[in-house]
Structure formats: C-alpha cells, structure tokens
C-alpha cells in the first residue's frame, strides 16, 4: 500500500522562498490550495505518534506535520518539519526512511491566520516514517507554541468509534474528576 512520490523540476527552477505577513498569508490561504507533509511516525509496537495540537486549523489529536516549501522533495519537507517541531532527524539514508502513504484533501472551518473563519483547503501527502526502539526513547521536544502534549497511540485504538481506556483522558471538572472521549479525525482513520 505504500508508495514513493515523485519529484521533477523543469528547467533551472529556484525557489524564491519568500516570507509572507500574516495578511498577505490570509488572502493566499483565500485563494489557494496550499501543500503539506504529515508524517505517520510508528514505534517497533506499532504504535503511532500524535500530538494534541492547540492551533488551527485542526486544534486536536493529529500526526506531525506541516506546509511544504517551494522545490521542497517530500522527503525534504518530511525533514525539515521533524526538526522543526521534534527536534529530531532520522538516522540511516533518508530517502531509505520514508514512504508514501495516501495524498488527501483536507478543508478546514478554521485557520490561525485572519480572516480566521474563512479556514483553508490542503492537500496534504502523509508519509510514514518507522523508528527504531532507540529513536522513538529519544523523541521527547515538541513545538509548545503548536503542540500541547505527544502520545503513542495504537492504530486500533484510533479506529474505534465506541470508548476504550486509552481513548479516555481524565480531565479536572467542578465536580471532581470526570471523563473525556477523544474522537480522532476521520483522516486519521483511513491512513
């Protein structure tokens, strides 16, 4: 089921690589479908690494990831974004690492940026990237201006639509401790 996405450049393409003002990032996400890679980092338990994100557009459970870069591999894009919000590279050949997963849509309510009620639409290419016992220990950083908390969850445990133990967190209410159900996106369950 996993596959490789190719690259092509044409010509001597170079990326302007510009910085867009939160303003003028608003009107693009207006008017374009912008480009990510999610990564689907596993654990030799097969478990899946997710983060409770705290921004939108999808403020919840959700795999690390982030927009490409012009000329950007996705490969390269893969890496860049671990170390942007793990603090983590891969060992071995990296091209070797990753593999394509599905390519998806992705139209969001929400955005960070304003007008944030207009959301956005992605089309986002989720990779896999499988780490050994040694290199899921040692993944401990993450972005806290992105990300709230990491935890390695098994797949099973995302697909169920009815409660499990692992799908409970127990949250501080007026009344004592109570319960809250964590639904997963239904991206997460088709990847």
């Known amino acids: 089921r996993m596959f490789t996405t190719p690259h092509f450049i044409s010509?001597?393409?170079?990326?302007?690589?510009?910085?867009?003002?939160?303003?003028?990032?608003?009107?693009?996400?207006?008017?374009?479908?912008?480009?990510?890679?999610?990564?689907?980092?596993?654990?030799?338990?097969?478990?899946i690494l997710l983060g409770k994100r705290k921004v939108y557009p999808h403020p919840d459970w959700w795999i690390i990831g982030g927009r490409m870069r012009p000329g950007e591999t996705v490969t390269d894009s893969a890496m860049r974004?671990?170390?942007?919000?793990?603090?983590?590279?891969?060992?071995?050949?990296?091209?070797?690492r990753f593999s394509?997963?599905?390519?998806?849509?992705?139209?969001?309510?929400?955005?960070?940026?304003?007008?944030?009620?207009?959301?956005n639409a992605d089309l986002v290419t989720i990779v896999c990237l499988q780490l050994s016992q040694e290199e899921a220990e040692s993944i401990s950083y993450f972005d806290a201006n992105e990300y709230e908390k990491l935890r390695w969850t098994k797949p099973e445990h995302i697909m169920q639509d009815k409660t499990s133990t692992e799908n409970i967190n127990l949250i501080k209410g007026d009344d004592g401790r109570r319960e809250e159900i964590i639904k997963y996106h239904p991206a997460l369950k088709t990847a």
């Open 11 to 47: 010509g001597n393409f170079k990326s302007p690589a510009v910085f867009l003002s939160n303003e003028e990032y608003g009107r693009a996400l207006d008017c374009l479908v912008k480009a990510c890679t999610d990564i689907m980092i596993t654990n030799p338990r097969g478990e």
């Open 81 to 96: 974004l671990l170390h942007r919000e793990l603090h983590f590279t891969p060992k071995g050949k990296q091209s070797d």
């Open 100 to 119: 394509t997963v599905a390519n998806y849509t992705y139209c969001f309510d929400m955005r960070n940026e304003a007008p944030q009620e207009n959301g």
